[in-house]
């Protein structure tokens, strides 16, 4: 905890009184498309395209930020270990990715194709981040206005420690709250946040956090509409954290329908990932 010593509920807005009030000058975020376009004796060959790009909005329109162009990056990911008579000009090419080398531990992912495809699918995405990060660091560089990140920001030293870039988590395959703070978590309302508090992932870098209540959840799962940040640590991080809020309540509408993840999802993540399908 890094604001107050217990985990309590914080009402920032009435979600319909900050409509069109949001301090977010653009919207980053990335995609990927894997597809298996062979097997040798078994072995998923795979091909994917990773994406990312910012959009910027300019006189109430959302434009491809001028300060990088939109990366596209397209590879094969090949397990080179099993993959008997490989020539060394594929094994030394760029957009040819090893799925299966030893981890931390030198332990090798198994020959099974479901372990080999689960090992690129996670190459696959470390790539994409990558992809997103360089446009975040780009613009953490460039600008003075705030980005709105889809996903964590924890990747980079850079962007963790700019106050222009702010994360927007939208899936909690962990929740940082348990007993009686996490009955307020799930009990928070519609234009509410909680407390906030650091997290340090192991390998990456830290950064002050907490939850939003973007839409009520009533009559839906305790998860709906449900979103966690993460901003740099520092200064007056409680101002700070109220003023993010709003701001995120505010790119609530318009709704990103159809996407079914609308109840969480900003309309200029939904125009980013519509235009990042364009192009790639």
């Not at 990312?52 to 990088?68: F, H, K």
């Not at 978590?185 to 973007?214: C, D, N, Q």
């Not at 709003?246 to 609530?252: F, L, M, S, T």
């Not at 318009?254 to 609308?262: N, T």
Request: aromatic share 8%; hydrophobic share 45%.
């Amino acid at each position: 905890m890094i604001e107050g010593s217990a985990f309590r509920a914080v009402h920032v807005a009435d979600p319909s009184s900050v409509r069109g009030q949001s301090g977010f000058a653009a919207f980053l975020d990335g995609t990927q498309d894997v597809r298996i376009v062979n097997q040798i004796d078994g072995i998923p060959i795979v091909w994917a395209t990773v994406s990312a790009a910012v959009r910027e909005r300019v006189n109430r329109r959302l434009v491809s930020w001028s300060g990088a162009a939109p990366l596209v990056r397209g590879g094969y990911y090949i397990p080179f270990r099993y993959v008997d008579g490989l020539r060394d000009d594929l094994r030394q090419n760029p957009r040819v990715i090893d799925t299966a080398r030893a981890d931390a531990s030198g332990i090798f992912p198994s020959r099974h194709p479901a372990a080999l495809m689960e090992s690129a699918l996670q190459r696959i995405q470390n790539e994409r981040e990558r992809a997103e990060t360089e446009l975040a660091e780009s613009w953490c560089r460039r600008e003075e206005r705030a980005v709105y990140v889809d996903g964590s920001i924890t990747a980079s030293a850079e962007v963790a420690a700019s106050p222009l870039a702010v994360g927007i988590i939208k899936s909690h395959r962990r929740l940082y709250a348990e007993g009686g703070a996490f009955r307020i978590l799930v009990g928070l309302g519609p234009g509410e946040r909680s407390t906030i508090f650091s997290v340090a992932p192991r390998s990456r870098h830290p950064v002050a956090s907490w939850y939003v209540r973007v839409r009520s959840a009533a009559g839906r799962d305790a998860l709906f509409g449900l979103v966690r940040v993460e901003a740099a640590l520092g200064g007056d991080i409680s101002a700070r954290a109220d003023e993010i809020s709003r701001w995120i309540i505010a790119e609530g509408a318009p709704l990103a329908l159809p996407d079914g993840r609308w109840d969480k999802m900003a309309y200029g993540i939904r125009d980013t990932e519509e235009f990042l399908r364009a192009i790639s």
